[in-house]
């Protein structure tokens, strides 16, 4: 089985960011004026999106859904400074695992055609 290198990769780059972002949440608790349970929710969400997001990565809506995720973890850092940090990392990250995988895929099916 030829599995995609890019839906590999970039699930595994959710996986984690999904683990920092739960972080987050918990982080939230001693360091905003937010509640311990809208804290909560919101690590929890968004670490519940990013899987959400790797499990439909065999659908273009899966990699707009990786996207807007970066967006959002940036957006965090107004709430939590050290996200702008975190962000840039998993963004440049993100992007990394979206392009390279996709090249790997492209080679790979080249090289199948080829021989």
């Known amino acids: 089985m030829n599995r995609s290198m890019q839906r590999s990769l970039c699930a595994a780059m959710l996986s984690l ?6 972080l987050t949440g918990v982080v939230l608790i001693g ?23 790797a499990g439909l990565l065999r659908r273009p809506v899966g990699y707009l859904l990786g996207w807007s995720i970066q967006l959002v973890s940036f957006a965090l ?27 790997i895929d492209r080679e790979r099916a080249e090289r199948a055609l080829a021989g």
């Open 17 to 22: 960011q999904g683990i920092v972002l739960f």
């Open 31 to 53: 360091s905003s004026e937010l509640g311990t349970g809208t804290s909560l929710s919101i690590g929890l969400g968004l670490a519940v999106l990013c899987i959400v997001a």
């Open 77 to 103: 850092g107004f709430v939590v400074p050290a996200m702008f940090f975190l962000a840039v990392v998993f963004g440049a990250l993100w992007s990394t695992a979206y392009v390279m995988g996709a090249r």
